[in-house]
């Protein structure tokens, strides 16, 4: 029987409709202890991971049954796809599965830190009452640059546009925007940060894109835009982000990934209270509802794949 280790946490139901075509291995700690994934991939002809697991080289050299990756998200940065492609192994990421609560992620942060509550928050416990002292906004008729413009930065943009934001989209491959219920703007960076109150990022993480909002981005925004991300967090260089809070440039961030997961503390340690800035631990893209729909997605794909 064809054997299938899943290595980080899945739908329940999704586990007993795999059980019945497959010899299971469900351990979801088992990215913690790189050398156990190691020493028992070569058991396996299916691997079932999300973003923690590292996929790389060194797994792949011993895992001589492997034949298909499921990857229960989007991003593949953990994955060494090259060296799959190589070795003909078939790399499925669950495209789109989790769009729909990472684009309600991005529209309830951004309404929080224009709205200022993180900053309204942290005055009311502290017993302040800053009812006059904090100034927020309204999203109606404010731009919103979205770069990378997939399938969650689509989302994204409808929602926003129908309810009165005007949209700038970035993305090197796409020429034209073909949906018709989506009212955006193709432009360019410059544009986007010149002219953006929100600025939402939604980009796999390459060499090309690693550290791409740097000092030199920040430089060029005009509006004090709200800067959220719940892409890569390299993708941020995050001492700059932070440089660019204290000194007005932006006005608040949101920030759903990180440059080292967990967070680390020399991060960490540079958030005080008071600042308008949400920080969560890579959860926008899991939801109740999305982790039913990734997980069953995977599953009839490696399903198909065996048959």
């Known amino acids: 029987m064809i054997k299938i ?11 007993n409709n795999l059980k019945k075509k497959f010899e299971i291995k469900y351990d979801e700690k088992i990215y913690e202890n790189k050398l156990k994934l190691e020493n028992i991939i070569h058991n396996y002809e299916g691997l079932i991971v999300r973003n923690k697991t590292q996929v790389d080289s060194n797994v792949l050299k011993k895992a001589k049954k492997l034949k298909f990756i499921g990857r229960l998200g989007v991003g593949l940065d953990n994955i060494d796809t ?3 492609k190589n070795k003909n192994i078939h790399v499925q990421p669950a495209t789109g599965m989790n769009a729909d609560s990472v684009a309600e992620y991005v529209v ?7 709205k200022k509550i993180p900053m309204f928050h942290n005055g009311t416990i502290k017993g302040e009452w800053p009812r006059t002292t904090i100034r927020s906004a309204e999203i109606n008729q404010k731009f919103l640059g979205i770069i990378g413009f997939g399938t969650i930065g689509k989302k994204v943009a409808k929602f926003c546009s129908k309810n009165g934001l005007k949209i700038l989209a970035y993305d090197p491959y796409i020429n034209e925007i073909n949906d018709k219920e989506i009212d955006a703007k193709l432009s360019n960076l410059n544009e986007i940060y010149e002219k953006s109150d929100i600025i939402s990022i939604h980009l796999p993480l390459t060499d090309e894109t690693k550290n791409m909002i740097n000092k030199s981005s920040f430089s060029k925004m005009k509006n004090n835009p709200i800067i959220i991300n719940t892409s890569r967090g390299s993708i941020i260089n995050e001492n700059d982000l932070i440089d660019a809070y204290h000194e007005k440039i932006i006005s608040g961030f949101a920030l759903d990934v990180f440059e080292n997961e967990p967070i680390e503390s020399k991060f960490y340690n540079k958030i005080v209270p008071g600042m308008n800035c949400i920080l969560t631990p890579h959860i926008s893209g899991v939801t109740t509802e999305s982790n039913i729909r990734v997980s069953d997605f995977i599953v009839k794909k490696i399903i198909n794949f065996f048959n």
């Open 5 to 15: 280790l899943i290595t980080e946490f899945i739908n329940q139901n999704s586990i």
């Open 82 to 84: 090259e060296f799959c």
């Open 108 to 114: 309830s942060s951004s309404m929080s830190l224009i």
